[in-house]
């Protein structure tokens, strides 16, 4: 199994594939640092990639906002995207199910969910993954552009923060 993780943080990097590398026989973990570093080894690699692992919060950009680009790459375009965060915040949730993320996974990872996702390919969003409130949801759906961007989801994460 080749996997493509974006994920800026090392030490969420180390973890993420040594959780990974327990439950999964055989897998290649190809990490890239940077959206641009992604979308370069999507668009450039010969050999499909069978999941990505994308975080959503990456220095300097959204995870999010990749969706779109690794869709269009060859080794990405028909792979399930699985969004990492450490963000329990309903925004971050509300971005990633409109976005239509396979499946949301937040940090620390559990070998349990790691096995559900990438072992049994249970590709589903667990009920308490979704936001619990799902009038944001509606709101981005009824738009032209479902696709939240950035700025869209700094508003409604400074509305949540206490």
């Avoid at 969420?12 to 959206?35: L, P, Q, S, Y």
């Avoid at 969910?113 to 709101?139: A, G």
Wanted: net charge negative.
């Amino acid at each position: 199994m080749d996997i493509l993780l974006i994920e800026d943080d090392e030490l969420d990097a180390f973890h993420t594939k040594r959780m990974v590398a327990k439950v999964v026989e055989n897998v290649t973990i190809v990490r890239a640092r940077t959206g641009d570093e992604a979308i370069d080894l999507a668009m450039s690699r010969r050999k499909p990639f069978d999941f990505v692992l994308l975080d959503h919060f990456l220095v300097n950009e959204c995870g999010v906002n990749l969706v779109r680009p690794l869709r269009g790459a060859w080794a990405t375009e028909h792979c399930p995207i699985v969004m990492l965060t450490g963000a329990h915040l309903d925004a971050v949730r509300t971005s990633a199910l409109v976005n239509e993320l396979s499946a949301f996974l937040t940090k620390p990872i559990s070998t349990q969910r790691v096995t559900e996702i990438l072992v049994e390919r249970k590709l589903y969003w667990r009920i308490e993954d979704f936001p619990l409130n799902l009038d944001n949801y509606r709101k981005a759906i009824a738009d032209s552009d479902s696709f939240l961007g950035a700025a869209t989801l700094k508003r409604q994460i400074q509305n949540e923060v206490p």
